[in-house]
């Protein structure tokens, strides 16, 4: 017998309309979105050393400095002015600008907080290999895919203020060091994610008005929960299982 380990989604509804879309959107999310993660559940949990800590932070970085790269090459695939115009703030809300700080910065205020080395960490060399595969494929399925589904792909911050709320308190009641100026990155993406998320529905219910497209922004969504699940999938492996890959970061009680 074989046996399907994966969530269940409902039986497939046609997708009909904005809101059959809608629908599974919302569905893909409760059965698919990192927040499920084992590896989540012991961060918010306060169930990691500081050592598996930075590990994320680390890793996640690549996140952080990425994003604003993946923006940048969604802008360039419109050429429609006002599309354009709506996503340019992204781009500041991550790499802020001459006089603001953007969220690149509090990421490396909670970098700083665990003790790591901000030029180690800016060089990304200790990263995961995984991490860097799957970070890169969000960039670039951004550039293959058609407009459409680059905007799709980010759908999964319609899920993200929930887990934000979640790690802030959690990481807040369990490890000493962690204080509110350190959660900072997470407290301004509870407003900004929003809006965020908000656009890009209104966008693919919209603009996706075949059942063919309608499917294709399901896809997005799918391909970027994978995205975010691998990168936890390979934290765990490294740093809870202790299968460390060659040059990675090693924490100092795994030396
Ligand atoms: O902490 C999280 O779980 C989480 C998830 C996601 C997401 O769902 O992609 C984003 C973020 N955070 C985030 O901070 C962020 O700036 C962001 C941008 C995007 C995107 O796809 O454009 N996702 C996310």
């Known amino acids: 017998m074989s046996l399907d380990l994966t969530p269940m989604l409902s ?3 046609p997708l009909d309309s904005a809101d059959a879309l809608e629908d599974r959107l919302r569905e893909i999310g409760a059965a698919r979105y990192h927040d499920r993660h084992p590896f989540h559940h012991l961060l918010h949990g306060g169930q990691l050393t500081k050592g598996q800590v930075q590990a994320w932070a680390l890793n996640r970085y690549y996140y952080q400095c990425s994003i ?3 923006d940048a090459v969604v802008i360039s695939r419109f050429r429609d002015r006002a599309t354009r115009i709506e996503w340019r703030h992204r781009l500041e809300d991550h790499d ?4 603001t700080e953007g969220g690149i910065e509090r990421w490396l205020i909670l970098t700083d907080a665990l003790g790591l080395d901000r030029g180690y960490v800016e060089k990304t060399e200790g990263i995961l290999p995984a991490t860097r595969f799957a970070v890169d494929a969000y960039v670039h399925f951004v550039r293959d895919q058609t407009p459409l589904e680059a905007i799709a792909s980010c759908l999964t911050e319609l899920f993200a203020p929930n887990i934000h709320r979640e790690r802030i308190a959690g990481m807040l009641a369990h490890y000493d060091f962690v204080n509110p100026g350190v959660m900072a990155y ?8 929003p809006r965020d998320a908000d656009y890009a529905l209104r966008y693919v219910r919209a603009h996706a008005t075949t059942p063919e497209t309608r ?8 391909f970027k929960t994978q995205v975010l699940w691998t990168q936890l999938d390979a934290l765990h492996h490294a740093y809870v299982l202790g299968h460390i890959p060659p040059g990675a970061f090693v924490p100092e009680e795994m030396r």
């Open 11 to 13: 039986p497939a509804r």
């Open 68 to 70: 604003p790269v993946k």
């Open 96 to 99: 802020g600008s001459e006089t």
């Open 186 to 193: 997470f407290q301004r993406r509870l407003t900004q994610a």
């Open 215 to 222: 499917e294709a922004v399901c896809n997005a969504l799918i």
